[in-house]
Structure formats: C-alpha cells, structure tokens
C-alpha cells in the first residue's frame, strides 16, 4: 500500500497529464504570438491596445494564463515535494503557491477587461 | 510512462534477488549532500543539466518573472503615457533589459527542454545517443535565441 502524504501528489496520471496538455497550449500561443509580434511590430500604443482588446486574443491569452497557472501549480508542487520535506512548511509554500498563482490569473483577467 | 515507475519495479525486482545489497543499500540512505558536493563534486551529464536547468527556468518564470512580465503588460496597456514610459524609459535601464534577458533565456530554454520531454514522452529519441544529442541541442539552441533576441532588444 502507498503511503499516502496529504501535501503529496494525487497519486495518479492526471496531474502529469495536464501539465503536458497545458504545456502544449502555451507552446502553440508563443508560436502564434511571437510570430504576431515579429511580423506585425513594433508596436504604438493604439496598435498594441488594439492586439489585446481583440475578443480571440483575449480569449487566447487566457486560456494561456489559465494554462500557465495549472502549469505551474503542478511543476511548484514538485519542487516543494523534492526539496521540502517538513510538511507543516511544504504546506504553507504549496498555499502561497496557488495564492500566487490565483493572483496571476485574477490580475491577468483584470489587465485584459479593463 | 512515468518514468519513477520503472524505478520502482526494478528496485523491488533487485531486492528480491539480492537481499544482503540491498541490506548494505539500506544503510547508506537516505543520503544528504551538501552544496558544495552537489554543485562542484556531481558532475551531471548533458540530459541532467538541461533537466535541472529546465526546473530552475521554470522557478524563476514562475517567481519573480510572470510578475514582472505581467506587470510590464499592465502598465503598457492602462494608457499611453504607461506605454511610452515603459517603451523609453523603463525598459531602457540596463537592468531591465538584463531582466529581460534572464527572462529570453528562462523561457527559451523552459520551451526547447520542454518539447525535448514531450518527445521523450512519447519515447522518440530515447537512445542514449539521440538523447544526448537532443540536449546539447536544447542547451545550444536557447543560447542561441537568448543572443538573437538579445541583440535585437540592443
């Protein structure tokens, strides 16, 4: 029987997946992305304004942020469980991990519908 | 497919088979390193320098990198006079664009190694050789784009 640590992993493939999956996501919106901003830049203020008001881009970017954040929750997770090892701290670190991470994306969405 | 898995089983198949080594294995763990030893005395081959390095990019993309970048996009963004001030000022200290150039190479290096793992995920390029070669391209490859890029930001 695994010893099961409640600030440990979930014990299964869906965490290793998602990363991979989101992983993807960010990778093809950096492709898409870079590729706008080497062929369409540089950018003024109203044609960068522009970029990111558009519904698709906005929609895109957060899809990228929402990636990012379940992204890096499970990679942070990893960290903490590999280099911390007292489970009241790894606790708190993996808190302030997804407060950080929910800040990301709460700001993210505020930047993008202002 | 997770790779700890294979580890496991063949641990459990060596201690069956030999019970007094893994009784001296035993002993010996857990083993604690110190810094030193872990950064002067291990000598990593390439896979596991692009390994760690791909774990220390994606710290520092994470903490305080996203911060920064998101911070930059929202002041470029809130109104004209942030963008010219980010775009001609902020921006042009030297420190901001070694910032930036950290930030060129964490994220090169996150996304080269990272499709390198994908790959290896679905056990393309998983020889020893290939797996070699495909590291020190990724190594080689986000320097490149680092000094690409950071030519074009000077």
Same mark, same amino acid.
């Given at each position: 029987?695994?010893?099961?640590?409640?600030?440990?992993?979930?014990?299964?493939?869906?965490?290793?997946?998602?990363?991979?999956?989101?992983?993807?996501?960010?990778?093809?919106?950096?492709?898409?992305?870079?590729?706008?901003?080497?062929?369409?830049?540089?950018?003024?203020?109203?044609?960068?304004?522009?970029?990111?008001?558009?519904?698709?881009?906005?929609?895109?970017?957060?899809?990228?942020?929402?990636?990012?954040?379940?992204?890096?929750?499970?990679?942070?997770?990893?960290?903490?469980?590999?280099?911390?090892?007292?489970?009241?701290?790894?606790?708190?670190?993996?808190?302030?991990?997804?407060?950080?991470?929910?800040?990301?994306?709460?700001?993210?969405?505020?930047?993008?519908?202002? | 497919?997770?790779?700890?898995?294979?580890?496991?089983?063949?641990?459990?198949?060596?201690?069956?088979?030999?019970?007094?080594?893994?009784?001296?294995?035993?002993?010996?763990?857990?083993?604690?390193?110190?810094?030193?030893?872990?950064?002067?005395?291990?000598?990593?081959?390439?896979?596991?320098?692009?390994?760690?390095?791909?774990?220390?990019?994606?710290?520092?993309?994470?903490?305080?990198?996203?911060? *920064?970048?998101?911070?930059?996009?929202?002041?470029?963004?809130?109104?004209?006079?942030?963008?010219?001030?980010?775009?001609?000022?902020?921006?042009?200290?030297?420190?901001?664009?070694?910032?930036?150039?950290?930030?060129? *190479?964490?994220?090169?290096?996150?996304?080269?190694?990272?499709?390198?793992?994908?790959?290896?995920?679905?056990?393309?390029?998983?020889?020893?050789?290939?797996?070699?070669?495909?590291?020190?391209?990724?190594?080689?490859?986000?320097?490149?784009?680092?000094?690409?890029?950071?030519?074009?930001? *000077?």
């Amino acid at each position: 029987m695994v010893n099961r640590v409640i600030v440990g992993a979930h014990y299964g493939m869906g965490s290793w997946l998602a990363q991979r999956v989101t992983a993807v996501i960010m990778a093809v919106y950096t492709l898409v992305l870079g590729f706008v901003l080497i062929e369409e830049g540089p950018f003024d203020y109203a044609e960068w304004q522009e970029l990111f008001a558009g519904g698709w881009m906005r929609v895109a970017t957060l899809l990228f942020a929402a990636s990012l954040a379940w992204h890096a929750w499970v990679g942070m997770r990893d960290i903490w469980m590999d280099y911390v090892k007292p489970d009241a701290l790894r606790l708190a670190l993996q808190v302030l991990t997804v407060l950080l991470l929910a800040g990301y994306l709460g700001w993210a969405v505020q930047v993008l519908w202002r | 497919m997770v790779p700890q898995l294979g580890g496991v089983i063949a641990l459990q198949r060596y201690n069956y088979k030999t019970p007094m080594a893994n009784a001296a294995l035993k002993r010996r763990r857990p083993k604690y390193l110190s810094l030193a030893a872990l950064l002067f005395q291990i000598r990593l081959p390439l896979p596991g320098k692009v390994s760690i390095l791909h774990r220390i990019s994606g710290a520092l993309l994470v903490f305080p990198l996203a911060a *920064w970048l998101l911070y930059l996009l929202d002041q470029s963004l809130v109104s004209e006079e942030g963008f010219n001030h980010i775009r001609d000022h902020y921006l042009q200290s030297p420190l901001a664009k070694a910032g930036l150039l950290v930030f060129i *190479w964490a994220y090169c290096h996150h996304f080269c190694a990272g499709i390198r793992f994908l790959l290896l995920d679905i056990n393309q390029g998983i020889e020893l050789q290939a797996a070699r070669a495909s590291a020190a391209l990724v190594l080689v490859a986000s320097l490149a784009l680092t000094a690409y890029f950071g030519y074009r930001l *000077w």
